[in-house]
């Protein structure tokens, strides 16, 4: 029941994040690092990213694949056999 609840706050604040990425910009400041590598609207575009990963380990977490998904990740980093 927690991984529902967890799943769906991570959902809920990436969202936020996607959609006031101007908001989050003014009060925040500007993300040097994508400002140099991004391009034209580097910080806002940062938040969007930021706020994007958010939502897909919140649905992950809300799905209860999350396990599944960081074996599969790591699984090269430390030889699991799992395929």
């Known amino acids: 029941m ?8 991570m959902i809920a604040v990436g969202a936020l994040l996607v959609a006031k ?16 590598h991004m391009g ?6 940062g938040y969007k990213l930021i706020g994007l990963a958010i939502i897909f ?3 992950l977490f809300f799905t209860n694949m999350i396990g599944g998904f960081l074996t599969w990740v790591l699984s090269p980093l ?6």
């Open 21 to 36: 990425s101007e908001w989050m910009l003014n009060n925040f400041g500007r993300m040097e690092w994508f400002e140099l």
């Open 40 to 45: 034209g609207g580097g910080s806002r575009m």
């Open 78 to 83: 430390f030889r699991f056999n799992t395929f």
């Open 2 to 9: 927690l991984h529902i609840i967890l799943g769906m706050v």
């Open 57 to 59: 380990l919140g649905i």
